[in-house]
């Protein structure tokens, strides 16, 4: 059986998990709460990713045809 993460939770354990969540939720708030850590998730990468995004912007020239970025 597959393990997911570093909690070694299977896939039974994962089904108990979302069941418990539609029970505390309800079925028309889960598709807003898991668009809102969609989102959340997507920020925290960007926010992580964007420092070694800046480092490779300044070895790049911006135009293709070899021209420097304008300061």
């Known amino acids: 059986m597959p393990q997911f993460g570093f909690l070694d939770l299977?896939?039974?354990e994962?089904?108990?998990v979302l069941v418990i969540l539609?029970?505390?939720f309800g079925s028309k708030?889960?598709?807003d709460l898991s668009r809102s850590i969609g989102?959340?998730?997507h920020?925290?990468?960007k926010g992580v990713n964007s420092p070694l995004d800046e480092k490779?912007?300044?070895k790049k020239p911006e135009k293709k045809d070899?021209?420097?970025k304008p300061t």
């Open 10 to 12: 299977g896939a039974p």
């Open 14 to 16: 994962l089904i108990i």
């Open 22 to 24: 539609l029970l505390l």
């Open 29 to 31: 708030k889960l598709p």
């Open 39 to 41: 989102q959340s998730m």
């Open 43 to 45: 920020e925290l990468r």
């Open 56 to 58: 490779d912007e300044d």
């Open 66 to 68: 070899g021209t420097p």
